[in-house]
């Protein structure tokens, strides 16, 4: 981090002369510890969602079945059910707050990477798509869903501004580890891209049922491609970033709540689709 240039880091330098500084360092390291600790709470969450035993719990399982799984839920309504918020909506708000508060971190802190810059172009893609490609369905969000997914846009921008200035150092950057998160980000925006031009494509009838997705990525890499992608994305980012602490949490936190509903998505394709549903795996190649 450039402590002499504009921005955020100048304020701390200029800080530094006087006795405030100790005091604006000590916060700035207690909201990356926080931010730190949201990270892994939010991930330890999701398996509340989950049928493990002992762990999973029934109505937040239920809150977490949405879009095509959402025909999974039990037939009674459940909590806030009545509340529930139109898919479009919902989406839409997640890429627009991410944009707007990763806009604002790097207007007031700069980047010591170019990570952040990355993020804003995968959050301006996503935006631009919402607004324009995906076909939203007539179902709705649940609240508490509507209020994770914000959850993590507005944690993501600001942690990843911490670790480069309270008190996570200066990234370890290597280059040529820097060049392949580069390349995965090209690649993997690319496919996901496409993926959700694949999905947009798909006719559905008047009663709003889906179709089997028929595009290579859908039965060469895996079921959920465009969630493939995204896991691989947040990798790419996090190779950018220097391998920071929170850019690995993120990651943590994108690759199990996508795992988890790309192996639902998974079970739902084979038991609507059977024969016809050729993907071999769920999220991962080789692996899952």
Known sequence: WDFEGD?????????????????????????LLFA????????????????????????????TLYGKLSSLRAKSPIILDSFGIPTKVVWTSYYAI????????????????????????????????????????????????????????????????????GGGGRPVMNKGVAAIGWMGFAVCSLAQHVAHIHLASLHRGSNGEYQLPHHWLFRVVSSCPHYTSEILLY?????????????????CFTATNLSLTAARTHAWYKARFGAAFQARWAIMPWLY
């Open 235 to 251: 990798l790419s980012l996090s190779l950018v970033d220097g391998g920071s602490p929170c850019s690995w949490l993120a990651l």
């Open 7 to 31: 921005g955020l880091g100048a304020v701390i330098h200029a800080m530094s002369d006087g006795s405030g500084w100790i005091d604006s360092s000590r916060r700035l390291e207690y909201a």
């Open 36 to 63: 730190r600790a949201a990270w892994i709470v939010a991930t330890c969450s999701i398996f509340l969602c989950t049928d493990l035993p002992l762990v999973g719990i029934g109505f937040l399982k239920q809150v």
């Open 98 to 165: 991410g944009l707007a508060l990763n806009a604002a971190c790097l207007w007031a802190g700069g980047s010591a990477t170019w990570a952040p810059v990355l993020l804003q172009l995968h959050l301006l893609r996503r935006l631009w798509e919402c607004l324009r490609i995906t076909r939203f369905s007539n179902r709705t969000a649940h609240p508490l869903q509507a209020l994770v997914g914000v959850g993590f846009y507005t944690l993501l921008p600001p942690s990843l501004l911490l670790e480069h200035v």
